[in-house]
T-cell receptor, first 114, second 113 residues
Framework: DAGVTQSPTHLIKTRGQQVTLRCSPK?????VSWYQQALGQGPQFIFQ???????QRGNFPDRFSGHQYPNYSSELNVNALLLGDSALYLC?????????????FGPGTRLTVT | GENVEQHPSTLSVQEGDSAVIKCTYS??????FPWYKQELGKRPQLIID?????GEKKDQRIAVTLNKTAKHFSLHITETQPEDSAVYFC????????????FGQGTRLTINP
């Protein structure tokens, strides 16, 4: 049973560039949430994708966008990178059922903006 | 907006002693409270969770308690072992719709041998 996977593991970008991060959910899961974890902080909710649509969004600017594919995998795109975007980006997968709601995290992508 | 406060930020206990981490949430609609353990450089791992219709839940050395009236919930670890050393995060969520997790700031737990 494959767990949540993310790619790449690490990424170094320059201010103003654009980046795409990828996430494959746990087998059987249909929902993907993205979180940003700054150093020494708890994860912060960016948005969630279900049925290929953004279902809810946290307090992040429009520079952050995403996509979900029919196979439930997801991408997080960040445009016009700022130094403050440096963080660990985590995706979490879950099943959209009231009886099965646990979110399982991937290993994360460490993004460094210079 | 929703907010979860967690304390202490750091906790050091002797091996074999108990550790308690406390969280307070602001949104009275929250009804799901998971706890995650994150070791250095690793992903957050779900270790235990509780729903609002339950006051306490145990899993071996780990227990979580919930006080809905006070909007408090706590993680209790008994007979601590060196492998319990990690950062622990509490979170709160509403089991409806997106079920986004709102996390506390984390507690760095160190078990001293």
């Amino acid at each position: 049973d494959a767990g949540v996977t993310q790619s790449p593991t690490h990424l170094i970008k320059t201010r103003g560039q654009q980046v795409t991060l990828r996430c494959s959910p746990k087998s059987g899961h249909d929902t993907v949430s993205w979180y940003q974890q700054a150093l020494g902080q708890g994860p912060q909710f960016i948005f969630q994708y279900y049925e290929e649509e953004e279902r809810q969004r946290g307090n992040f600017p429009d520079r952050f966008s995403g996509h979900q594919y029919p196979n439930y995998s997801s991408e997080l795109n960040v445009n016009a990178l700022l130094l403050g975007d440096s963080a660990l980006y985590l995706c979490a997968s879950s099943l959209d059922r009231i009886t099965s709601y646990e979110q399982y995290f991937g290993p994360g992508t460490r993004l460094t903006v210079t | 907006g929703e907010n979860v406060e967690q304390h202490p930020s750091t906790l050091s206990v002797q091996e074999g002693d108990s550790a308690v981490i406390k969280c307070t949430y602001s949104d009275s609609a929250s009804n799901y409270f998971p706890w995650y353990k994150q070791e250095l450089g690793k992903r957050p791992q779900l270790i235990i969770d509780i729903r609002s219709n339950v006051g306490e839940k145990k899993d071996q050395r780990i227990a979580v308690t919930l006080n809905k009236t006070a909007k408090h919930f706590s993680l209790h670890i008994t007979e601590t072992q060196p492998e319990d050393s990690a950062v622990y995060f509490c979170a709160a969520s509403i089991l409806q719709g997106a079920q986004k997790l709102v996390f506390g700031q984390g507690t760095r737990l160190t078990i001293n041998p």
